[in-house]
């Protein structure tokens, strides 16, 4: 079957926007309207001829609402399939006749949970069960029936119906064919991760959710072909979960530059996570994941410009985030070397042309506002075989509740270069080892198998050297030579989260040297 005329449709929204739009176009090209419940009352109040489903059934809605649509005569109209001579038979005598159209959308489950206090009883009665079935019927038959489940697609079927007289390919049925059963998929998702949370149905209360659900699905869209993988010979893609609350790379605008590579986000996520750490304008520059500058200054440029004398020979063909509009001064400076990507909440219209007329291939991209935000919860990771899903590492300290561990206390200006180490630590691959002062990195040793090389390491990568620096540890010191190594570079003070068997030793060995240092009781590995 190709095209098909709608002659009657069905039409049951929990979501109202732009329905009188679509009903009207409906009616004027002829077609029978059947409604359900609160979505018929707004079709009669506005005037919209509407034939009420028990009317037409002639079976009244039942069990406050739990079964309105689920009759023969309704499922028996969506699923006959039209150019199936017994089908077709059957229908006629029964005494069914088709249904053409479905328009559905669902009882809003996951916005009812979200609601603080939303009891188990809540949540059940906010699970549809007439909507999906209708859904999965018409999308099953979309051979001779469409189905309609996101107020964003009315405007489409307007336009359809109105360029082919009241018809709609079968094309255009399939696409939403898919999209229905998605939906639905994506609807059963939700009702699986909240109940499988749950321990005891005997909750009627609000009840007690599990960190980590039983069966854990996750429905992803992907959006983008990536250039390519990790290497140029896999392929890649991103796909988005959800519509998140934070600012992250997923929910951001390219503006400009080259296709993405699958590096290429790794590196903004990396980047950008590192920049959100600090409210003050700073600048973050990340080479394969790891940044490889950071810095807070009075302005962008000032911050951009500490961030990348940490590491000029690093910093090029890395990842640029900042944490403020990118203006004019600091996109005179980002041209002046060779960028991958750029990342900031904006651009204003002088440094966007700049960016774009002096750097043809660089991706600049633009992500919501970075000054606040609630963090998605969970981070998950693929191994083969299985997924790895733990809480995110959003964990913060203050420093006034670190415990000062050695005979000197730390000064004012120590005390601000350990909060910058430890900030940048965090988003260092293990073994971090982070050389600051109080408004930048000078030294940033990463990834090794062994802490005292990423030391050596951070010290060898200075570009300035670490002496009167603070350095931070992203796990404790198993030995005192971490801090004998430190001491000798010159620095002044460190951080770390204590917990080794030999705490006592690395301690003395802080005190021999004059040293300060404190533990936070965190600790940050980050693989």
Known sequence: MSDIKIKRALISVSKKDKILQLASALINHGVEILSTGNTAELLKKEGIPVVKVSDYTGYPEILEGRVKTLN?????????????????????????????????????????????????????????????????????????????????????????????EGRLS???????????????????????????????????????????PNVFNIQAKKTLNLRYGENPHQKAAFYQTGKSKEPCVAQSTVLHGKELSFNNLLDLEAALETVKEFQVPACVIVKHNNPCGAAIGNSLKEAYQKAFACDPSSAFGGIVAVNRVVDLELAEEIV??????????????????????????????????VSQWNADRLDIRKIAGGLLVQERDLGQINLDNCRVVTERSPTPAELSALDLAWKVAKHVKSNAIIFATNDRTVGIGAGQMSRIDSVRIGVLKSFQGVAGTAMASDAFFPFRDNVDEAAKAGVKAIIQPGGSIKDEEVIRAANEHQLTMLFTGMRHFRH
Not at 102 to 127: G, H, K, W
């Open 72 to 164: 023969p005569k309704i499922h028996g109209g969506i699923l006959g399939r039209r150019n199936v001579a017994k089908h077709v038979q059957e229908m006629e005598k029964q005494g069914i006749p088709p249904i053409d159209l479905v328009v559905v959308n669902l009882y809003p489950f996951e916005r009812s949970i979200a609601q603080e206090n939303c009891t188990l009883q809540n949540a059940i009665e906010n699970v549809d069960i007439g909507g999906p079935t209708l859904i999965r019927a018409a999308a099953k038959n979309f051979e001779s029936v469409a189905v309609v489940v996101d107020p964003a697609d009315y405007s489409e079927v307007i336009e359809l119906l109105e360029i082919k």
């Open 170 to 212: 079968l094309d255009f049925r399939f696409q939403l064919s898919k999209k229905a059963f998605s939906h639905t998929a994506a609807y059963d998702d939700a009702i699986s991760n909240y109940l499988t949370r749950i321990t005891s149905p005997a909750e009627q209360q609000t009840p007690s959710l599990e960190t980590f």
């Open 336 to 369: 002046k070397i060779f960028y991958e990507c750029i990342i900031a909440p904006d651009y204003d219209s002088r440094a966007l042309d700049l960016l774009r007329a002096s750097k043809k291939n660089l991706r600049i991209l633009k992500t919501p506002s």
